[in-house]
């Protein structure tokens, strides 16, 4: 366990995982679940335990769509989505971890995607 | 109260200028004047959550303060936008840490702390037009229109900082449906996620998500979609493989009131 | 010059630990007025009473000071061993040396230290103390129970037993409450209408009860013993003493679409109705919301008059009025019961959009054999039998303030158990799903009923939560759910979604809780005098309370409870009169500028204003408004005499001198 790391979740996503009653409801009706290895439960119940560099490592951080689904519906308003997103900003904040490059951007593109796509997800996979 | 500051955002200007010219003329018409601040920047297109990130928190908080000296309510159209500029105007109301060290990096005349109220166009024509007024003023109207509201995430959910509507049981855009002459239909996905920016990251899974949504609305018997995001826009059409139209609802705004000629007779 | 003992208790350790007990004693022997300080191990044990007894006969004591714990705890204790031996008890003080002060420190000097403050600061209050002797005041005959289901209705024919007229408010035109709704009970699954109907008749016939239905509590004046109760009946349009039940006005109403509350508004009832067949009292009534000629309309309609002309009892009377009625009781119970939240915020779960998403009490209706269906269990929506349930489990229960009820609502997890358990019993080729958090079966053959679920009758329990659900075009129900231990998201299409719809206070309670002056909890559940030894007072003399409105229970613990209250309240209405408590607020007449502060601030309602004669220094009268507490009613809160601007408020036993007297004494 990683308590630093844990910590700067904590802080940066403001979320108590203390909170939580592990209903699994957030999984329930995350859109994405099963695009997800870790699942929204998983995420809370791991930042919890300190287990954080499992997460940062998983394809899952990216899968999230933010549409925070979990955030609204969760009984106990513990908002994993807000946890996804801590722990994704600690892994592309580190040098050379951007999940998006600007130079793949062209091939990506069609006449009618939006620019919102693209910054979008710049804002989310990139720093 | 009639004059309001008018953030289109990027996208109005590019890919979504129906979303943008619609509202404009309709705005008109219903005796609203928009005022575009100058020099505005995007938005940044997604609000991030974490307490951590400042800058790029920074671009909304200059939109909210040029409506602020202003004088006037700011109100936006497409649905990230206006997500992105109530999340933060929430949490710098909210949030004394990150509102001080927002205005340490933006050294304003005055600091910024929450003044401005935001409106989505649907608010403005539901809590400043009023839908009644509306209705008096529509001319051609969509009778008989079976029409799907798309909410989406952005435009209700975090409902605690957008409070535009019941986060699980929304009527705005089922009220802005019978306004303009049309018939609501109320479908259970309709505020669930399009797929959003994971079309850029992962096609299978926007398909998936876009495809449910119109499968939802179609079978509850809608003829037609409408949207306030360019973004769902764009999932619903080229991801959900589906060919039940989808429109901004600007569109049918302006084609009730009678700014604008066809889809009404599709 | 006073003569005092002080007494100073080890506690056994509890004290004696960290304060030096014998240097407390040695200290406040040198206070003014002390002549005896002791200390020794047990104060409270029959040895250490007699030590205070003793020294009081011994020493001529005129006031007692004991050093020990709480008052809560033992104050009665050494009042009445002082009263023994002949000293007035209210000239026992105690210095509670133990909550206040050794549990709470770590190091003996400073324990110690603050222990001879707090004794010296009850040395100078007894200093002060005078003699106080409690009045009495009689007890009415009689007991009222607000709300007629199945705890007041307990509650009623336990009183009644005993030999005391009982009254039963209840809102609705029956008594019953919501076990009349329920079709099954767990764990024995006897048909609950079976076993609350004879009670009901019970009721109706014990010439000791008497029923006001449709009837509210409206005013209540008084305090314990002797409360004035205003009921409110109100207009029926049928004149209950002539109403016969034979319900020939239901057959020729034309207002035949009413939602059906006593079905959930799963189907519909007449205008002028009775709520089910077994209603107490048998006896119609006109909603006047509906009724044609009474809530106006066309001129057509106004003429109705349909259930009129057919009552050949005479019964149907449209000009009758609410009637109010005022009778005096001795004791009070609350029995005002539950309701299903509102599921507004959770459309998640689709209950607005869809009629085969339905409450757990909406199931019981379903599934009732005088329900909508006549105890088919069909879909709502199309009349088809379900092949697929899903149970969700919890649903605004648990939750965060803003979301529903932050407390478990305890009775879902066993309905739930018996409605799945039901169904695969009559319909052996339906699946049942339930998505459960945790199952909760603390009771008596609670567990075991829920592993029969689970192991004979192979529900599918599975750990996880519904997150959406999606009513679809051919009539299925998609219902996506986690299930943890399997870590994935399932899709079930299902025909029928029951939502185990968190329960909450009745609406009723609140404003009913202002009336009495007593208290509720955050959720407007009723507080109990002592969460542990007094579960079913209130911290009101003479109000109990009885079954959910006290808390979320099922029906054995509310029976229980209801015989517990009832209990309560034969223990009151057995006495002549009652002892009242002597520590009560006093006017002085002289100093009372008649500003009505005290009045505002008085909770119980037992100061009044009335205007006066006085002499005045220029030998005139003049007339001043000045005001009196009813020293029955006052409960000896102290918030007058802090209200009070001129000083004119004190209470017997805490007096403004006694209080500035321990200030000072504790700043010395």
């Not at chain 3, 009625?325 to 009070?332: K, L, P, R, V």
């Amino acid at each position: 366990m990683n308590s630093n790391l844990k910590e700067q979740v904590l802080r940066s996503s403001g979320v108590n995982v203390l909170k939580c009653m592990r209903c699994g409801k957030c999984s329930g009706t995350c859109p994405s679940y099963d695009e997800m290895e870790y699942h929204p439960h998983q995420f809370v119940y791991m930042v919890e335990k300190g287990d954080i560099e499992t997460l940062m490592k998983s394809e899952s951080i990216y899968k999230c769509l933010t549409c925070f689904a979990c955030v609204d519906r969760c009984p106990r308003s513990v908002e994993p989505a807000k946890v996804v997103e801590a722990v994704r900003l600690a892994t592309i904040r580190q040098q050379g971890c951007n999940h998006l490059i600007a130079d793949s951007i062209p091939e990506m593109l069609d006449e009618d995607l939006p620019q919102q796509a693209i910054v979008t997800a710049f804002r989310k996979y990139t720093k | 109260m009639n004059t309001f500051t008018y953030y289109p955002g990027c996208t109005l200007r590019t890919k979504a200028k129906d979303l943008d010219t619609y509202a404009r003329s309709s705005a008109e018409a219903l005796g609203i004047t928009l005022t575009e601040p100058e020099n505005w920047q995007c938005c940044g297109g997604a609000y991030t959550t974490a307490k951590d990130e400042i800058a790029t928190k920074l671009s909304a908080v200059r939109t909210l303060n040029s409506a602020k000296e202003a004088g006037q309510p700011l109100v936006t159209v497409c649905s990230a936008c206006h997500n992105v500029i109530k999340q933060t105007n929430y949490d710098i109301s909210n949030d004394e840490e990150m509102a001080s060290k927002v205005n340490n990096y933006l050294k304003l005349d005055e600091a910024y702390n929450g003044e401005t109220t935001v409106y989505h166009y649907l608010e403005m024509l539901r809590d400043v037009v009023g839908f009644d007024n509306l209705k008096k003023q529509v001319v051609k109207p969509f009778k008989g229109k079976k029409i799907g509201a798309y909410y989406g995430c952005l435009l209700l959910r975090p409902s605690k900082a957008l409070a535009m509507d019941d986060p699980e049981n929304p009527t705005i855009m089922e009220d802005f449906i019978k306004a303009i002459g049309g018939t609501p239909v109320i479908y259970a996905q309709r505020n669930e996620c399009c797929g959003g920016y994971i079309t850029m990251e992962d096609k299978a899974q926007a398909q998936k998500r876009s495809s449910r949504v119109m499968e939802s609305a179609q079978e509850q018997g809608a003829d037609m979609i409408i949207t306030a995001c360019p973004l769902c826009l764009y999932n619903l059409k080229k991801n959900s493989g589906s060919d039940l139209p989808v429109y901004y609802f600007t569109e049918l705004l302006a084609e009730a009131l009678g700014l604008k000629e066809d889809n009404n007779e599709q | 010059m006073q003569r005092i003992g002080v007494f100073v208790c080890h506690c056994g350790t509890n004290i004696a630990a960290t304060v030096d007990v014998k240097a407390v004693a040695e200290a406040l022997s040198h206070e003014s007025g002390v002549v005896i300080s002791q200390e020794y191990q047990y104060m409270c044990s029959e040895a250490g009473q007699n030590l205070i007894k003793d020294a009081i006969k011994e020493h001529k004591l005129t006031g007692v000071v004991v050093c020990s714990c709480s008052p809560r705890m033992h104050e009665n204790t050494f009042r009445k061993a002082a009263a023994s031996a002949g000293l007035n008890p209210y000239l026992v003080e105690i210095a509670n040396i133990r909550e206040q002060c050794s549990w709470i420190h770590k190091e003996i000097a400073t324990a110690t230290e603050k222990a001879v403050i707090l004794g010296r600061a009850a040395i100078a209050k007894v200093h002060l103390n005078a003699p106080l002797i409690a009045g009495e005041s009689p007890v009415a005959k009689r007991a009222l129970v607000i709300g007629g289901g199945i705890a007041g209705i307990q509650t009623a024919l336990d009183i009644a037993e005993a030999g005391f007229d009982v009254d039963i408010v209840e809102k609705e035109p029956t008594i019953g409450g919501k076990m009349a709704q329920i079709d099954k009970t767990f764990p024995t699954l006897d048909c609950a209408s079976c076993i609350l109907t004879p009670k009901m008749v019970d009721c109706s016939q014990n010439e000791k009860i008497h029923i006001h239905s449709y009837s509210e509590v409206s005013a209540v004046k008084g305090f314990v013993g002797n409360f004035t109760v205003t009921i409110k009946k109100k207009a029926r349009f049928i004149d209950e003493t002539k109403c016969t039940g034979c319900g020939i006005c239901t057959e020729v109403c034309p207002m035949k679409k009413v939602p059906n509350a006593f079905n959930m508004g799963l189907d519909n009832r007449t205008a002028v109705y009775i709520p089910f067949a077994q209603a107490v009292p048998k006896v119609a009534t006109i909603d006047a919301n509906y009724c044609l000629k009474l809530r106006g309309g066309t001129i057509k309609e106004k003429v109705c008059g349909k259930c009129a002309e057919a009552c050949t009892a005479g019964a149907i009377n449209y000009k009758q009025q609410d009637e109010f009625i005022e009778q005096t009781y001795g004791a009070i119970v609350v029995a005002t019961g539950y309701n299903p939240i509102k599921l507004d915020k959770f459309d998640e779960f689709a209950y607005n959009q869809c009629p085969d998403v339905v409450t757990s009490l909406e199931l019981e209706r379903l599934m009732n054999a005088a329900g909508p269906n006549g105890g088919t269990l069909l879909r709502p929506s199309d009349k088809t039998h379900p092949h697929k349930i899903v149970f969700v489990q919890c649903v605004g229960s648990r939750c965060d303030d803003s979301k529903g009820k932050p407390y478990c609502s305890k009775i879902c997890c066993m309905y739930t158990a018996k409605h799945a358990m039901l169904i695969r019993e009559k319909y052996p080729d339906t699946e049942v799903y339930v998505f459960y958090i945790d199952v909760r079966t603390p009771g008596k053959n609670f567990d075991e009923f829920y592993r029969r679920a689970v192991e004979q009758y192979n529900v599918h329990y599975i750990k996880g939560m519904v997150g959406k659900v999606t009513p679809k075009a051919d009539g299925k129900i998609d219902v996506q759910a986690s299930d943890l231990l399997s870590n994935e998201q399932l899709h079930i299409d299902a025909d029928l979604v029951v939502l185990a719809t968190a329960i909450e206070p009745d609406q009723t309670a609140r404003p009913l809780a202002t009336i009495l002056t007593t208290q509720m909890d955050t959720n407007d559940f009723f507080t109990e005098s002592h969460p542990k030894l007094r579960p079913v007072e209130s911290a009101t003399a003479g109000i109990f309370l009885s079954g959910v409105c006290q808390g979320p229970k099922d029906i054995p613990e509310t029976v229980a409870q209801a015989s517990a209250a009832a209990a309560k309240a034969i223990g009151l209405l057995v006495k002549n009169s009652i002892t009242c408590n002597p520590c009560v607020a006093h006017s002085n007449e002289l100093m009372c500028n008649g500003c009505s502060a005290c009045e505002k601030v008085c909770p119980y309602g037992a100061i009044t204003y009335q205007d006066k004669e006085f002499r005045m220094p220029d030998r005139t009268t003049a007339i001043r408004r000045v005001a009196g507490v009813n020293p029955a009613v006052c409960q000896g809160c102290g918030a007058c005499t802090v209200a009070c601007p001129s000083g004119a408020m004190d209470l017997n036993g805490f007096s403004n001198s006694q209080i500035m007297a321990e200030v000072d004494a504790i700043c010395k």
